[in-house]
């Protein structure tokens, strides 16, 4: 049974940064691509960035290029958003999913599996 875990969501000021970690189980970590979504109340979940199985390819959304970054550690099975200079327009739930092949798509149908999802909350 694949479970993603979410941790590292919080409240934070505009400007400030947090690191979201996901760590995963239950599936050959190191084959897939991974990525983050995130959910806003009332709006559509959006991408924000993915990472291919070795991490040597990453796609960004324009919204957070330059300010989130995306890793992963294989040998831990876990992958992490930097995110720096957060706006409040960045507030939403965040999730972490698994993805169906290697490489990093930015469609939600290139995700099979997802993680119950941390709350971003940005103060302005």
């Known amino acids: 049974q694949v479970q993603l875990v979410e941790s590292g969501g919080g409240l934070v000021q505009a400007g400030g940064s947090l690191r979201l970690s996901c760590a995963a189980s239950g599936r050959a970590f190191h084959i897939y691509a991974m990525s983050w979504f995130r959910q806003a109340p009332g709006k559509e979940r959006e991408f924000v960035a993915a990472i291919s199985w070795s991490g040597g390819i990453t796609n960004y959304a324009k919204s957070v290029k330059g300010r989130f970054t995306i890793s992963r550690d294989n040998a831990k099975n876990t992958v992490y958003l930097q995110m720096n200079s957060l706006k409040p327009e960045d507030t939403a739930i965040y999730y972490c999913?698994?993805?169906?092949?290697?490489?990093?798509?930015?469609?939600?149908?290139?995700?099979?599996?997802w993680g119950q999802g941390t709350q971003v909350t940005v103060s302005s």
């Open positions: 999913a698994m993805g169906r092949g290697t490489l990093p798509g930015t469609r939600t149908d290139d995700y099979d599996y």
